[in-house]
């Protein structure tokens, strides 16, 4: 039993059917295709509704249930339905956006400040990343104006796969110490900003993003703490 991740495929698909091919202990709805993206690598679980025929159900998030098993959590007080339903996904798509918009920025905010990343999240107005960074940027003003200049240049954003074998003879690929990139199924999906000498960014990544970096719009840096005595937090937030 298995999901077939449709938005892997397809990150602008914002309605699709599927399937129930079974029900967590806790209630999730497992499916046999997702167009919701399951909390992982920092990026929140998507929501938004299942409709079937006498019924529907909101989708508050989305969750891995089980290796390459993917499961739909109802909100309170929803029925969820039954295994073996024919069933509509429709995304908010809203939501899934802001998060493509902010995940394909933390990639550039990782060009202009090229140090080991250890850790990171996304929400759907700003994200974040922990650099091993001992001591703050000088210039907060100067690498925000890098991170626009490089959004506003529209660059290109695509996919290509490799095997686990040939990411483990790159390790440099890696920039995040706290997320394992996604393996599993023998290969490894990259994520590539630019294309050519334009390319500026190459790295494991299973999350969704925007097709071209003009698409993240305005940015803001905000504040940058200190999380310990090599770790600085960066946060950025859409702006506008």
Not at 25 to 42: K, M, N, P, Q, W
Not at 48 to 74: D, N
Not at 93 to 116: G, K, N, Q, Y
Not at 123 to 150: H, I, S
């Amino acid at each position: 039993m298995t999901t077939k991740p449709l938005f892997l495929q397809d990150a602008y698909l914002r309605q699709a059917p599927a399937r129930v091919i079974g029900h967590t202990d806790e209630g999730g709805v497992i499916l046999d295709r997702s167009l919701f993206y399951a909390t992982g690598g920092g990026q929140p679980g998507d929501s938004g509704l299942l409709r079937w025929g006498g019924g529907e159900m909101a989708v508050v998030s989305t969750i891995k249930a089980g290796e390459g098993i993917i499961a739909v959590i109802p909100a309170e007080g929803s029925m969820p339905p039954p295994a073996g339903s024919e069933v509509i996904q429709e995304l908010d798509w809203e939501r899934r956006h802001a998060h493509m918009r902010v995940h394909t920025a933390l990639h550039l905010l990782s060009v202009v400040i090229p140090l080991e990343v250890s850790g990171g999240a996304i929400a759907a107005d700003k994200g974040r990343l922990d650099f091993n960074m001992p001591e703050a940027p000088e210039d907060k003003a100067a690498l925000e104006q890098a991170l626009q200049t490089l959004i506003d240049r529209d660059l290109s954003v695509t996919e290509n796969w490799i095997t686990d074998a040939e990411l483990d003879a790159n390790p440099a690929l890696v920039k995040t110490m706290s997320v394992s990139p996604p393996r599993g199924s023998g290969r490894v999906r990259l994520v590539r900003i630019g294309q050519g000498a334009d390319q500026v960014d190459l790295q494991p990544c299973g999350g969704t993003h925007v097709a071209r970096t003009g698409e993240i719009g305005r940015i803001r840096l905000g504040k940058i703490e200190k999380k310990g005595r090599q770790n600085r937090r960066v946060y950025l937030h859409l702006d506008g």
